[in-house]
């Protein structure tokens, strides 16, 4: 069973950085699709950044050069940082990992071609 644990969320002004970083609890971050997503309370889940196992990265469209995923296989910990913040990227931030079909689990989201169904608890990332 993957766990994910995300760090690094906080307050910043616009204009502003931050990074998040992601562990796993297992060898994970090399193997397979991993992910950003995040969430606004009463508005759909929607993803950020994805990266494949072999680097390919991909990002959604209102945060295109200005936010970057990478990841250290050898410390299973993937990242997020995030530049030229703006207001509208308030959210709760969720760390996520690719997974199959499993009756365990209804909680999936695409992703850019990756079907992501491990999700850390969150971190919340606030802009003003």
């Known amino acids: 069973h993957v766990q994910l644990v995300e760090s690094g969320g906080g307050s910043v002004q616009a204009g502003g950085s931050l990074r998040l970083s992601c562990v796993a609890s297992?060898?994970?971050?090399?193997?397979?699709?991993m992910g950003w997503f995040r969430q606004i309370p009463d508005k759909e889940r929607e993803g950020v950044a994805g990266?494949?196992?072999?680097?390919?990265?991909s990002y959604a469209d209102s945060v295109r050069g200005r936010f970057t995923i990478s990841k250290d296989n050898a410390k299973n910990t993937l990242y997020l940082e995030m530049n030229t913040l703006k207001p509208e990227d308030t959210a709760m931030y969720y760390c996520?990992?690719?997974?199959?079909?499993?009756?365990?689990?209804?909680?999936?989201?695409?992703?850019?071609?990756?079907?992501?169904?491990?999700w850390g608890q969150g971190t919340q990332v606030t802009v003003s």
């Open positions: 996520a990992a690719e997974r199959g079909p499993s009756r365990d689990q209804t909680d999936y989201a695409l992703f850019h071609g990756c079907l992501f169904g491990y």
């Open positions: 990266i494949e196992s072999d680097g390919s990265t």
């Open positions: 297992v060898d994970t971050i090399g193997r397979y699709c």
